[in-house]
Nanobody, 120 residues
Framework: QVQLVESGGGLVQPGGSLRLSCAASGITFKIYVMGWYRQAPGKQRELVATITGGGNTNYANSVKGRFTISRDNANNTVYLQMNSLKPEDTAVYYC??????????????WGQGTQVTVSS
């Protein structure tokens, strides 16, 4: 059974920092591209950042320079360090695991989400 369990969300003031964690089980972690997505009220879910098993990263323009994604393949965990947080970063943040089995066939898993609220 695959599980992605997020933690680390909460309430933070503008300019503050949070570190999200996602612990994965039931998958061969190192072969999966891990990602963080977010969904604000009334908006579509959007990509925040991804990281390959080898450590290649990709970021949404809105978070470049402020957020850092990293992973620990030995402990099956992916992290999102969020600095200089803004009210517009408020959303539910979801952990994602993606593996391209063959072209056109993917395995995709989602966590349950963790709320991040940036407010004074």
């Amino acid at each position: 059974q695959v599980q992605l369990v997020e933690s680390g969300g909460g309430l933070v003031q503008p300019g503050g920092s949070l570190r999200l964690s996602c612990a994965a089980s039931g998958i061969t972690f190192k072969i999966y591209v891990m990602g963080w997505y977010r969904q604000a009220p009334g908006k579509q879910r959007e990509l925040v950042a991804t990281i390959t098993g080898g450590g290649n990263t990709n970021y949404a323009n809105s978070v470049k320079g402020r957020f850092t994604i990293s992973r620990d393949n030995a402990n099956n965990t992916v992290y999102l360090q969020m600095n200089s947080l803004k009210p517009e970063d408020t959303a539910v943040y979801y952990c994602n695991a993606l593996y391209n089995v063959i072209p056109g066939a993917k395995r995709v898993y989602w966590g349950q989400g963790t709320q991040v609220t940036v407010s004074s």
